[in-house]
């Protein structure tokens, strides 16, 4: 049975005060240690993916990991400081538990931090 939910994410670069335009992206499903790919995509000029990362008909409950790769997006704007960078991958470990709501978690991004929420 197809379910309802579905996932969204987007990026800002905090640094600058701008949207994080062309940042890669991977979704995988975690069980136990198994990380399986399941999308990938790359942000556009708002910061976010061109449609949800998880649509519905895919989205069902259960582990996740986002993982942000803000290590090549800091290089390729002037951001990235000494290497080895301070951050470079980004993951983001979370948890689905209703399969018919809208999951949206964004990362809040700068060469020295992150953050992340469950937003709407």
Do not use: C, W
């Amino acid at each position: 049975m197809a379910e309802g939910g579905f996932l969204t994410t987007h990026v800002l670069d905090t640094a600058r005060g701008v949207p994080a335009a062309g940042m890669a992206i991977q979704l995988y499903r975690v069980s136990g240690n198994s990380h399986t790919k399941i999308a990938e995509a790359v942000t556009n000029d708002d910061g976010r993916t061109d449609g949800p990362i998880l649509p519905a008909g895919t989205f069902k409950a259960g582990q996740y990991e986002l993982v942000f790769h803000a290590g090549d997006y800091l290089r390729a704007n002037g951001l990235a400081g000494d290497e080895p960078l301070f951050l470079d991958q980004v993951p983001i470990r979370f948890g689905i538990s209703d399969g018919e709501a809208h999951y949206h978690v964004p990362l809040l991004v700068s060469p020295y931090g992150y953050s992340t929420y469950r937003g709407s």
